[in-house]
């Protein structure tokens, strides 16, 4: 079992900058895998950074260049910094974890919204 609380969301002007926390008890921290998905209603949820268990990140277009995402073992806390934020970034933001990276875990968060005003 791994237990996920986001945290640091909130309103921005476009622009701005927010670094949301996700942290983690239960289960190794270092077994796992992370990512971070968004989700406007009415859509399908989707990937907006994943870190692997060594440190590798993945990021798709929409996000690349602007977001960084990141994990501090010695805290088992996972990062994710968002820069020049955008309207369209509005959304509720979900940490996940699992064993693969690549793949969607079985175990999520209860998300955090952030809202840019433009």
């Known amino acids: 079992q791994v237990q996920l609380v986001e945290s640091g969301g909130g309103s921005v002007q476009a622009g701005g900058s927010l670094r949301l926390s996700c942290q983690t008890s239960?289960?190794?921290?270092?077994?796992?895998?992370f990512g971070w998905y968004r989700q406007v209603a009415g859509k399908q949820r989707e990937l907006v950074a994943v870190i692997g268990r060594s440190g590798a990140t993945n990021y798709p277009d929409s996000v690349q260049g602007r977001f960084t995402i990141s994990r501090d073992n010695s805290k088992n806390t996972v990062y994710l910094q968002m820069n020049d934020l955008k309207p369209e970034d509005t959304a509720g933001y979900y940490c996940?974890?699992?064993?693969?990276?690549?793949?969607?875990?079985?175990?999520w968060g209860q998300g955090t919204q952030v809202t840019v005003a433009s």
């Open positions: 996940n974890a699992g064993p693969n990276f690549g793949s969607v875990g079985r175990y």
């Open positions: 239960g289960s190794s921290f270092r077994a796992n895998a």
